[in-house]
């Protein structure tokens, strides 16, 4: 692939083409989901910061987003991060989000908030392992019905998303030092399966389990792609998000911190949640 550019967008012309990304970076069958040439005109004058990835000279991702609250509880909210679907899975994410980081701390900002599936493996493991993210707090539905290809027939619940710039954790993570241990390692360690999974002809079908207390790492297992799941059976897929949703909603209000994806060696993925003070897992 030819060299990506990573740089401020500033020309409306530049703007028209992110509402393009949108809608090839969430497959939207039309642009009601998409934020429109407007809104993202009226944020880039008006205290916003936009982000785009170029190669040779076309436009094929964004970043945007803006800062809320003044002076010492300062934070910046990223709204939306998104990348032409012909361009996925090739870093161009990972730089936007770098370069993000980098313009937010030129504010003397610290910190930067946003939303994520939680039930989407490739979230968990970009946000938290790769960024560093931690979260804390659960939002049941918390966009309503979404009409785009990835979202549609599910509640749209999210985590919020808490990337401390310049913690130990984040240095380390966005380094590639860092990285959480596999399921088989945090078990014998103590740790407890609290949703798993089975098969049933070829799908992956989400098992229930106690809900306990009292010990430090939990695990929630996520499907390998929610959306192939959806796609075969929308009542399987409404039943990941229900137990998923009671799991998280269950231990994060009870001062577990969202802080790693993990496989094990079959790949099946889990979300890890440690009961731990935030000062200590930011240390890393």
Request: hydrophobic share 40%.
């Amino acid at each position: 692939m030819k060299t990506v550019e990573i740089r401020k967008i500033v020309d409306v012309n530049e703007l028209e083409s992110i509402v393009e990304v949108e809608k090839s970076a969430w497959n939207m069958p039309d642009y009601r989901e998409a934020v429109p040439v407007h809104m993202l005109r009226a944020l880039k004058d008006n205290g916003g910061l936009i982000l785009g990835a170029f190669s040779n000279g076309n436009l094929i991702g964004f970043s945007f987003g803006w800062v809320v609250g003044c002076e010492s509880s300062a934070y910046f909210y990223s709204h939306m991060s998104g990348v032409m679907h012909s361009h996925k899975y090739k870093n161009i994410g990972f730089r936007l989000k770098l370069k993000q980081r980098e313009e937010v701390l030129k504010m003397d900002i610290r910190l930067i908030k946003w939303t994520f599936d939680p039930l989407q493996a490739l979230n968990l493991n970009f946000n938290l392992e790769k960024l560093g993210v931690v979260a804390r707090n659960y939002k049941k539905n918390y966009y309503g019905n979404i009409m785009d290809s990835i979202n549609r027939g599910l509640d749209s619940d999210r985590v919020e998303a808490e990337w401390y710039l310049d913690s130990n954790r984040v240095v380390r993570r966005i380094e590639g030092i860092d990285k959480t241990p596999p399921p088989n390692e945090l078990i014998k360690n103590g740790g407890r399966i609290v949703i798993d999974r089975q098969l049933k002809f070829g799908v992956e079908v989400p098992i229930k389990k106690d809900f306990v207390i009292g010990v430090k790492t939990i695990l929630i297992a996520i499907p390998k792609e929610i959306s192939s799941i959806r796609n075969t059976s929308i009542d399987i897929a409404r039943a990941w998000r229900q137990y998923t949703r009671e799991a998280y909603e269950f231990y994060l209000g009870r001062g577990y911190i969202l802080s790693g994806f993990s496989k094990d060696e079959e790949g099946n993925g889990y979300a890890i949640l440690f009961h731990a003070d935030l000062n200590d897992i930011l240390g890393g």
